[in-house]
């Protein structure tokens, strides 16, 4: 059971990393600074780790890193715009739901056909998005 | 900006960063993590330049102070994740790590909603008064959806 009380303690560590976003932003921090600091941190620490196990780094790694890079620094600095007006359960259930972008991919580039269930959920999301269009706050 | 646009572009960008993740399965986890983050962080550089905030000391030692502490959480948790993929099933731990967003939930309303007691407190936006219709059909749909598409 080590792998169990590895994932629970991941399974905290993550839940408290999301709540930290809130208190950092009811703290007043500049959403910017904070991604900064936050990616700086990780970045520097997998790369002493790495030292220590070894990198492999290729072309390939580096244009999906490049792509994956910008995308998290877009995610965590509008996450923690976001996290200024709106209450955190909208927030996090919303950026969960975005699941619906990978399954709209399959569809659609990969050639995976749609079930009842993923259509069903497929509609609910875009009644989410409409809604939350309609949002004026 | 609209505080529900930021959101929709935080929905949109984390949605492609699992198409992403999945092509960067590929390669080495480390590598891959080290070299995205480096990048984010340039990329969060430019985007500070071009923001020209003006800032007290103050505020910006208190946001690298708040960065700083969710980069080590992030680092260990993810480190353990990967511990945990090393010795167990990864359709197990993955589903049971997503679930961590509601830790975030729970912390959230138990500390930013007041002072009521904590049945008062610990209530969700679908049964909550507080929150308009329109967000409580959000919050519905969003779940509900999850589920579905999992």
């Known amino acids: ?137 | 900006m609209k505080p529900y646009l930021w959101l929709l572009i935080a929905f949109i960008s984390s949605g492609l960063i699992r198409i992403v993740v999945k092509l960067g399965s590929n390669f080495d986890p480390l590598s891959f993590i080290t070299v995205s983050y480096f990048i984010g962080f340039l990329f969060a550089l430019i985007v500070r330049k071009k923001a020209k905030r003006r800032l007290t000391k103050k505020v910006a030692g208190r946001s690298i102070l708040f960065g700083l502490i969710i980069g080590l959480i992030n680092f260990f948790s993810f480190f353990l994740q990967l511990n945990a993929l090393s010795i167990g099933q990864a359709s197990v731990i993955f589903p049971l790590t997503s679930l961590s967003v509601y830790v975030a939930v729970v912390l959230s309303i138990l500390v930013f909603q007041g002072k009521g007691k904590f049945k008062e407190k610990f209530r969700y936006p679908i049964l909550d008064n507080r929150y308009t219709s329109s967000r409580k059909l959000i919050t519905f749909f969003s779940i509900f959806s999850r589920q579905l598409l999992l």
Do not use: H
Not at chain 1, 92 to 104: A, D, E, G, Q, Y
Not at chain 1, 117 to 127: A, D, M, P, T
């Open chain 1, 1 to 137: 059971m080590e792998w169990f009380f590895f994932t629970l303690l991941a399974f905290l560590g993550f839940g408290l990393q999301d709540f930290l976003y809130k208190v950092a932003t009811s703290k007043g921090c500049e959403p910017s600074l904070t991604t900064i600091s936050f990616l700086l941190t990780v970045s520097l620490l997998s790369f002493f780790l790495g030292l220590i196990l070894g990198l492999e780094i290729t072309q390939g790694l580096i244009a999906v890193a490049l792509a994956n890079g910008i995308l998290f620094s877009i995610t965590t600095i509008t996450r923690l715009e976001a996290l200024k007006k709106i209450p955190a359960s909208i927030v996090f259930t919303i950026i969960r739901m975005s699941l619906i972008i990978v399954v709209l991919w399959a569809l659609l580039f990969a050639g995976e056909t749609i079930t009842i269930k993923s259509g069903l959920g497929i509609l609910f999301s875009f009644i989410a998005i409409y809604l939350l269009k309609g949002e004026k706050k």
